[in-house]
């Protein structure tokens, strides 16, 4: 069963504008959460993390929002950039695990 | 640093054939590897995790025989697709890490096998 869910495929967005990317996830023991970032013929490589004791982590122009009582968090991208575009995966774990639990993804395309 | 290799990137294969695909850390030791496969429009799924000189341990509902995991050094671990078929068809990637923590996990750029 998926324990994180991307409902968005894709995300289309002008560039200068934000980008709010979405993740849901089911499992109550997840307590550390992280975006990856994907080019195409690249593997996923680490953004942003947020741990479950904060609601909100910034790094420049990506900030990651938590909400445990929703089981939801989002990625917020802002301003987007044409070199923004790629696919953007949400994944969870016990901070006491490495097992990650990834969602589908979401394709961000910037336009200029 | 911490770049992970994945050799071959994409392979073509006959219904029956087995199929071995290679996940190199290049600058870095890894203690733990990982590998997972992600079918279309659906998430990376962990299959198994490698520890350097000790067996796999596979998720539920991943064939072991089938998915045979080798983790022979620090810097290499081996994933072969036994009697492969065309439902194995699928990408799969590997990560490395080389400390503790989830964010320390790097990944490969990912193979991409298809099964006739």
């Known amino acids: 069963d998926q324990q994180v869910k991307q409902n968005s495929p894709s995300l289309s967005v002008q560039e200068g504008r934000i980008s709010i990317l979405n993740c849901d996830y089911t499992?109550?023991?997840?307590?550390?959460f992280l975006w990856y970032k994907k080019y195409p013929a690249e593997g996923p490589t680490f953004l942003i993390s947020?741990?479950?004791?904060?609601d909100k982590n910034e790094d420049g122009r990506f900030t990651v929002f938590l909400n445990k009582s929703a089981k939801h968090l989002s990625l917020h991208i802002v301003p987007s950039q044409p070199g923004d575009s790629a696919v953007y995966f949400c994944?969870?774990?016990?901070?006491?695990?490495?097992?990650?639990?990834f969602g589908a993804g979401t394709t961000v395309t910037v336009r200029a | 640093g911490a770049v992970v290799s994945q050799h071959p990137s994409r392979v073509i294969c006959k219904s029956g054939t087995s199929v071995k695909i290679e996940c190199r850390s290049l600058?870095?030791?890894?203690?733990?590897m990982f590998w997972y496969r992600q079918f279309p429009k659906q998430s990376l799924m962990l299959m198994a995790t490698?520890?350097?000189?000790?067996?796999?341990?596979?998720e539920q509902g991943v064939e072991k025989d089938k998915f045979l995991i080798n983790h022979a050094s620090l810097t290499l671990s081996t994933l072969t697709v036994t009697s492969a078929h065309p439902e194995d068809s699928s990408f799969y990637i590997c990560?490395?890490?080389?400390?503790?923590?989830?964010?320390?996990?790097?990944f490969g750029p990912g193979t991409r096998l298809l099964v006739l």
């Open positions: 990560s490395a890490s080389r400390a503790p923590g989830p964010e320390t996990q790097y």
């Open positions: 499992n109550s023991m997840f307590d550390y």
């Open positions: 947020i741990s479950s004791i904060k």
């Open positions: 994944a969870a774990t016990a901070i006491n695990d490495y097992k990650l639990s």
């Open positions: 600058d870095f030791q890894a203690t733990t």
């Open positions: 490698s520890n350097e000189g000790s067996k796999a341990t596979y």
